[in-house]
């Protein structure tokens, strides 16, 4: 126990330090992409104004910036209903999808029988099964709910059965010789197994989930990015569509990043080389 | 008389397939309760498949495997096993590896911790309780992962080529640290390596195994005092007692060059017990 204090008070400062560090460098590891971005909105801005281009083809992003400035209050709202769409619908799809993926995993017969099924689910477009779930179950919650739950649950389902099926059988062996049952099995060596790679899923679903919601909006809402998108494409105001666009970009990168952040949290056997590196 | 710690009689496998392969003819071996017993045979030559047939991970297609008198076959957890690879779970830190077959086994949580804690020390694992397993050395995991097996509450210790992996002066480390604590531990081990002078080492009894399908070619009792010293090896008596072990092992390959099998070398080859202690 005495060896254990020193090594402790020796590792928070530096631990502190280099969280620092990996922000500082997660700023520099994008600034080549934000200077592309920037550089592409400046060109833009120059096409416009060279071209003359009417607003209602093409706005010049000082008019977007205008619009959200002029427009942006409505805004809140809409985000609020879009985002609660989609993390609710994101929650439902991971729930549905590693239940889907134990079954499939443990269960040969409902591999066969199951996984023709999830395929064939992803070939009908989300945009035609929209308005059928809006005739079965209303335009309320549940229908958005359902709509993003079906587009992001089958890459959960894709590669959590991958991440089970890649837990190292040697090991399984090992805990089943210490009288281990199929219960300690999952516990101990499947589902940890499987985390990273539900979580790889779980970041394409979150990337979906935003688009999924706005598509289920479109056909039928009383509020979200969806309709302010029908809604402004009704009275012409492209400079709205804009900002709308703009805002579902935001709101998916900030649902990834989270994911991305959880997966961290969940998985810090994954990161502990990256922090340990300066250490002993 | 004392019940057998292991009791293996006529154990026959062959692992099935397009070429079947023969990997047990007829295995017999006998283990006394405390005793240090080390298997040596040919790379490939069934050593690990009994060891599994112990741990209860394999069945076997004819004869007896007893711990303590119980059967092993389909009857995992009789025995603490550490596999050849060290098996940690990545996803558990050294304490968290290091109780993992306690707590299967039913030990509490806290209790298995406090056991651990304690035998940190020995296992030089101190200061490293909360590390990853990819953050400690070779030498480091290896010991964890013994320190887990040791924490198997069972009388019989499988250990298969422990040290296979390190290299020659961790071993030699290894070899004097083993006698220390398998000393104050008084348990059974049953020991595979391909290492003759690890075998001379470490044990009381040495078996030795033919090449593929595998059957005992010989046995010899080492009655050498304890604590035996890593300067042993280059003991007169100790050469020699080699020589014997190392004609053994290499009689049998003179079967698949087409000369008549020799009879079981079984009682001719106890030529370390012969020897008056003093004269080492």
Redesign the interface.
Known sequence: MAAEAPSLRRSLPARGWRLFGRWGGAAWEYAPALVLLAALVGLWELFVQVLDTRPYILPAPSAIWEALLDKGHLLPNHIQATATEAILGLLAAAAGGVLLAVVISSIPLARRVLYPIIVTSQTVPAIVLAPLLMVWVGIGLESKLIVVALVGFFPIVVSTVDGLASADRDMVALVRSMGASRIDELRHVLIPSAIPGFFAGLKIAAAYSVIGAVIAEWVAAKEGLGIFIIRSQASFRIDQIFVAIGVIALLSIALFVAVHLLARVASPWKYANEKGENGS | MLEAAVAIRGLRHTFPGDRPVEVLDGVDLEAAPGAFVSLVGPSGCGKSTLLQVL???LVPDAGESLIEGRSTVGE??L???M?Q?D?L???RKAIGNAV??AE??GVGKEAAREQA?ALLERFGL??F?SA????LSGGMRQRLALLRTFL?PRHLLLLDEPFGALDAITRREMHQWLQEVWATDARTVLFVTHDVEEALILSDVVYVMTPRPARMAARFEVDYPRPRRPEIVTDPAFVADKARLLAALDAPTQRQAGVPTPPPRWDRLRACSEKPADEL
């Open positions: 741990a209860g991970l995992p957890g025995a603490a096993y596999p690879k098996l779970l990545p996803w993992l077959g299967i086994a804690m101190t200061g309780e990853w397993p990819s953050q198997v």
